[in-house]
């Protein structure tokens, strides 16, 4: 498989695994993926692509599609906060939901998290290349560096 094609994939596919997860979270909210993309405003077709992997939400297709179900980012992914949280914690974690809930803020907020994701997923697909790619990838460096020198 070409470079091309992995970075392409990779930007494309998304996780069956967060798919099962977000499809879970419907059924138990007792709504049609219909339902879910008048909410969120996508089409029907894009919930079902992300609920089976085919696609990756974007940040604020996550929020909102976890909104409809009656949730959020934080509970969905770390369950519900700890009761025995510090005083500390606590005002950490509210102060992070206002920060989330403002809608001044959000918005920036929301593309520093779809930037961070989509570097994530390249760096994830240089660690599946196989392992000679990787390996001549190293050596056309170290020539490189030792060219500068």
């Not at 099962?20 to 339902?35: F, I, M």
């Not at 992300?50 to 969905?76: M, N, Q």
């Not at 519900?80 to 510090?86: F, G, I, K």
Request: hydrophobic residues 30%; aromatic residues 4%.
């Amino acid at each position: 498989m070409s470079d091309e094609n992995i970075r392409t994939m990779s930007s494309e596919q998304g996780d069956p695994e967060l798919g099962r997860q977000l499809s879970s979270a419907r059924l138990l909210a007792g709504l049609t993926q219909s339902d879910i993309a008048e909410k969120v405003g996508v089409s029907r077709q894009h919930i079902s692509n992300i609920e089976t992997g085919i696609t990756s939400p974007t940040v604020r297709v996550l929020r909102d599609y976890l909104h409809a179900c009656g949730t959020d980012l934080a509970k969905f992914f770390y369950g519900p906060l700890p009761t025995d949280q510090t005083p500390r914690q606590r005002e950490y974690h509210r102060k992070l939901q206002a920060l989330l809930e403002n809608p001044a803020i959000s918005p920036v907020i929301t593309k520093i998290l779809d930037s961070f994701m989509s570097s994530m997923q390249s760096s994830l697909t240089a660690l599946v290349q196989p392992v000679r790619v990787q390996a001549r990838r190293r050596t056309q460096n170290i020539r490189k560096d030792r060219q500068r020198k």
